[in-house]
C-alpha cells in the first residue's frame, strides 16, 4: 500500500518523471502512476510538500513558497540521474508544473485540473472566521490564503504563460468547477508550445487520478510522455 510520503524509483533509462500532488494532499495521489512510469523505465520522484501529511494547523503555517521551494529541490535532485525531466501535476501540482516550465528547460508537462487563475480568497477567509477560529488562526490563514492566491494569479499572467515552450498535455475533468476549466482553457490557447493537446473526462471530477476515469488518464499520460 502506498503512503503519504516522499518516493522516489530508480529508474533503467535516462529520463525522469517528477510526479506532484495536490494541495493538502500527498505523494500516495500519485503512488499508482509513479509505479507504472517506473515499470516503463523511468526514473519517478514524488516529494511531500513542507505542512502536508500533518494538522490543518501545520499546514495553513507553511507556505506555497515552501511547497514550491521542495518541487525545486525535488527536480534538480532527479536531474543528477537524467538527462532531462517531464512533470506530472494534479490541481496544484500541475500549477507548479507550469511554474516550472515557464523558468526551467523540462522535457514535457501533463497539468491535471490545474488552477492558473484566483479565487474570492476574502469570501473563503470570511467562511474561515464563521466556524469560530480565533483572531490568531484568521490571521494565520489570511496570510496563508494571500500569498497562495498571488502565487497562482502570477502563474496565469500571459506573459508568463507565453515563456512555456515544452510539449504540453492538459488533462480536465468534465464535472470539475469552472475556475479549473477556464485555467485549461488558458493553457491550451496562451502557451508557446508546439505541441499540445487536451483531453476532458466526463465521469470526473478534480482529484482526476483517484476518480472513475484515473485508468484512461494514467493511460493517456504515458502514451504523452511516450511520445514526447
Known amino acids: 500500500m502506498p503512503k503519504n510520503e516522499s518516493f522516489f524509483f530508480e529508474g533503467k533509462q535516462r529520463q525522469g518523471v517528477l510526479l ?4 493538502a494532499g500527498s505523494p500516495a495521489q500519485l503512488w499508482d502512476l509513479g509505479k507504472k512510469l517506473n515499470k516503463k523505465g523511468y526514473f519517478v520522484s514524488c516529494p511531500l510538500y513542507p505542512g502536508h501529511d500533518k494538522t490543518f494547523n501545520e499546514l495553513i503555517n507553511t507556505q506555497v513558497s515552501d511547497w514550491y521551494e521542495a518541487v525545486v529541490e525535488a527536480y534538480h535532485e532527479l536531474r ?34 490545474a488552477p ?17 477560529n480565533s483572531e490568531e488562526s484568521v490571521k494565520t490563514y489570511r496570510k496563508h490564503r494571500t500569498l497562495y ?3 497562482i494569479c502570477n502563474l496565469g ?5 507565453k515563456k512555456i515552450t515544452c510539449p504540453h498535455f ?52 504515458i502514451a504523452f510522455i511516450e511520445d514526447n
Do not use: W
Request: hydrophobic residues 40%; contains cysteine; aromatic residues 10%.
Open 116 to 132: 492558473i487563475i484566483g479565487f474570492d480568497v476574502e469570501n473563503d477567509i470570511f467562511n474561515y472566521k464563521k466556524l469560530g
Open 149 to 151: 492566491f498571488d502565487f
Open 20 to 23: 506532484l500532488h495536490t494541495l
Open 170 to 221: 492538459v488533462l480536465q475533468g468534465s464535472l470539475d468547477n469552472a475556475r479549473y476549466k477556464t485555467s485549461s482553457q488558458m493553457l491550451m490557447f496562451y502557451t508557446n508550445s508546439e505541441t499540445k493537446q487536451r483531453k476532458d473526462y466526463s465521469k470526473s471530477p478534480h482529484l482526476l487520478l483517484l476518480e472513475a476515469d484515473k485508468k484512461e488518464a494514467m493511460k493517456d499520460i
Open 80 to 113: 543528477k540521474y537524467t538527462d532531462g525531466v517531464y512533470v506530472v501535476g494534479m490541481s496544484v501540482g500541475g500549477s507548479f508544473a507550469v511554474k516550472l516550465a515557464e523558468e526551467l528547460d523540462l522535457l514535457g508537462i501533463c497539468t491535471i485540473n
Open 157 to 161: 499572467q500571459i506573459e508568463n504563460l
